[in-house]
C-alpha cells in the first residue's frame, strides 16, 4: 500500500484584498477633494470676472451718455455753490446745461445713481444700473470765455459687493472722461 501523502489541488479565488480596495478607495477620494476644489476656484474666478465686467458695461455706458450729452450741450448753466460769477468750477457734484431744445438737463447723484434730471421730465433717468453702487461723482468745468472754450472732466467710481464668497469683497473701478462743450 501507497501511502504517499496527496496533497490538495490549490484553489484560486478571483477578487480583491481588503487592502486593494482601501487603497484605491483612498486615491479615489484624494483625487475627487482636488477636482471639487478646482471646480469651486474657477467657480469663484468666474464669478468675479462677470461682475468686474458688469460694472465695466455700466460705467462705460454711464460715460458714454454723459460725453453724448455735455458735447451737444449750448451751454454750461451755473452753478449756485459755484463763486459769484463763476458758471463753472473744479470739484461740482453735480452739473446742469442747456441742449439746443432749449430744455436744462443736470446730471447729478441721487440714490447712488447717476441720475440725469432733464426740466420737462417727471422722473430722473439713471446712467448707471442699481446693481453698482456710486461714489465720488465729480464734474471739473474750466471756461476760456464766456460761453465758448468749457471743458469738463467727469469722474466717479463705480462699485459692487460679490455676493457669492465666504469673505466679502467689494469689486472697485474708476471712471473718467473729459469733454469739450461745443457751445452752438
Known amino acids: 500500500m501507497n501511502t504517499s501523502y496527496i496533497q490538495p489541488e490549490k484553489t484560486y479565488q478571483a477578487g480583491f484584498t481588503l487592502l486593494e480596495v482601501l487603497v484605491a478607495t483612498s486615491i479615489t477620494v484624494v483625487m475627487m477633494i482636488a477636482a471639487t476644489g478646482l471646480f469651486l476656484a474657477t467657480l469663484r474666478t468666474s464669478t468675479k470676472n462677470s461682475q468686474v465686467s458688469a460694472i465695466k458695461t455700466d460705467g462705460d455706458y454711464a460715460l458714454s451718455q454723459i460725453e453724448f450729452l455735455l458735447r ?3 451751454t454750461i448753466v451755473p452753478d449756485p455753490q459755484a463763486p459769484l460769477g463763476a458758471v463753472c468750477s473744479a470739484g ?41 453702487t456710486l461714489s465720488n461723482l465729480l464734474f471739473d468745468c474750466s471756461q476760456a470765455g464766456t460761453n465758448y472754450g468749457t471743458y469738463v ?15 466679502p469683497n467689494t469689486i472697485t473701478q474708476d ?8 457751445s452752438y
Open 92 to 132: 461740482m457734484s453735480s452739473i446742469s446745461f442747456k441742449l439746443r431744445d432749449g430744455g436744462t438737463t443736470t446730471l447729478t447723484s441721487a440714490n447712488s445713481l447717476i441720475a440725469s434730471k432733464s426740466a420737462t421730465a417727471a422722473n430722473p433717468s439713471y446712467l448707471t444700473s442699481p446693481s453698482t
Open 72 to 74: 451737444n450741450a449750448v
Open 175 to 182: 471712471f473718467r472722461t473729459s469733454v469739450s462743450v461745443r
Open 153 to 167: 472732466t467727469a469722474s466717479f467710481t463705480l462699485s459692487k459687493d460679490e455676493t457669492n464668497s465666504n469673505t
